[in-house]
Each structure stands twice: as structure tokens, then as C-alpha cells.
């Protein structure tokens, strides 16, 4: 299984960025997925989740400026990010709590993209 991030970059304060992260290999289904994100020398903090259903959940510092979402027939999870604020840099992980073909149930994390925003 392999969850590839895209879409970090750099943005102005205000300005917007999407990022992406689709899972493939033998998954049989994915439960709940999510974006955190890791500043240098501070814990890795849970951003954003969403359910199979839709149901969303979010940091305080993000609610209303960034949108969680997925596209459960390609097996991805988006991160849309307006209102940039120079704290957001960070490094974006995303996650998935699936379970490959086998039935072994796991959390998996993508290799991490860079989101960097200038004031």
C-alpha cells in the first residue's frame, strides 16, 4: 500500500493551495483518512479528518479556512487551503486507516509535502 501526497508549495499569507494524496495498492476498503502536519522542532498535529460518509472534523486554527474531502472511488483525500497564514508552514502528512485484501487492518501515512507560506 502507498498513499502519495502532492500539491505543497509555497503561497502568500492569504493566498490558497490544494493538496491531494491517493492511496492505491491491494486495499479492500478505507475507513477514515486525514491530514496532519509537522513544523520543525514541534509534534505532529492532526489537521483535518473525514469519514466514508463525509463527516468532518478540524483543528480550531484551521476551521473555516480549510476544507477537507474524498473521492472514495479513487481512493483520495484533498486538503483545500485558503486564508494561508504564515503558521501553516508546516509539513503536510496524510493518513488512512484502511485494510489491504489480506484483512489486516492499518494506519498508513504518505511521505509528507511542504507547505510554505510567506507574510
Known amino acids: 500500500v502507498q498513499l502519495q501526497a502532492s500539491g505543497g508549495g509555497s503561497a502568500q499569507a492569504g493566498g490558497s493551495l490544494k493538496l491531494s494524496c491517493a492511496a492505491s495498492g491491494n486495499i479492500l476498503k478505507i475507513d477514515n483518512m486525514a491530514w496532519y502536519r509537522q513544523a520543525p522542532g514541534k509534534q505532529r498535529e492532526l489537521v483535518a479528518l473525514?469519514?466514508?460518509?463525509?463527516?468532518?472534523n478540524y483543528r480550531a486554527s484551521v476551521k473555516g479556512r480549510f476544507t477537507i474531502s474524498r473521492d472514495n472511488a479513487k481512493n483520495t483525500v484533498y486538503l483545500q487551503m485558503n486564508s494561508l497564514k504564515p503558521e501553516d508552514t508546516s509539513v503536510y502528512y496524510c493518513n488512512a486507516d484502511l485494510v489491504v485484501t489480506s484483512g489486516t487492518r492499518g494506519i498508513y501515512w504518505g511521505q509528507g509535502t511542504q507547505v510554505t507560506v510567506s507574510s
Open positions: 473525514i469519514t466514508v460518509p463525509g463527516a468532518t
